[in-house]
């Protein structure tokens, strides 16, 4: 039976992805989620228990995330928040040494795979008539730096998709860019190295984000926000 409230989360096993999980199951929520590492999504299904979907699934192929999403409506309901959280950073360097096939991964991830989960979901949400879609960008999607190039380029993309987005959007549905700021997480430490130690890790900062989003509703629709 569904939940009175479901979240979808993408990139549910590690670093923001997982502290999410947890934060909104803590406070009631019903939880799907996917990722592409089987161990890690075992270990996520494993630690919450029933009344929740966990699927390994590679956001980049399109028919994965189709079956997700009909599967995850099926057994705990259409998402009242979508959370498209999966996303990959690009080894640090100048734009030209980064090689054709690590920025064709950067782009598959961080723009096809939100595009593909928005493509499956987001009818699910207007049929309901309701939920809001977080689309995570990030501080380097709204400013740049050296060596992470392929990274900003995407998550400005984000930002522009979400804008789009949230202009096609029905009234009840609705669509948000998110930047989460500057949290310890794997992904920062392969920028930042040991300097991602001053800054909040993934659980201090759920603490904070999870109610925020939970509060997130149709009024919010086009919003470029930040935790």
Known sequence: MASEKVVWITGCSRGLGRAMVRGFAARGWAVAGFARSAGGVKAVAGELGENHFFASVDVVEEDEVEAFCSAARREVGAPDLLLNNAALINEPAPLW????????QVVDVNI????????????????????VVVNFSSGWGRSTS?????YCATKWAIEGL??????ELPDGVAAV????????????????GEGASAYPDPGEWAERAVPFLENLGARDNGGSLSV
């Open 162 to 167: 979400t804008q789009a987005l949230s202009c």
């Open 112 to 131: 096809k795979g939100v595009a593909n989960v928005v493509r499956h979901a987001v009818p699910i949400m207007i049929e309901e008539g309701r939920g």
């Open 97 to 104: 040494e980064v090689s054709s096939g690590e920025f064709g």
């Open 146 to 150: 050296p060596e992470v190039a392929p």
């Open 177 to 192: 860019a998110l930047n989460p700021g500057v949290i310890d997480t794997d992904m920062l430490r392969s920028a930042w």
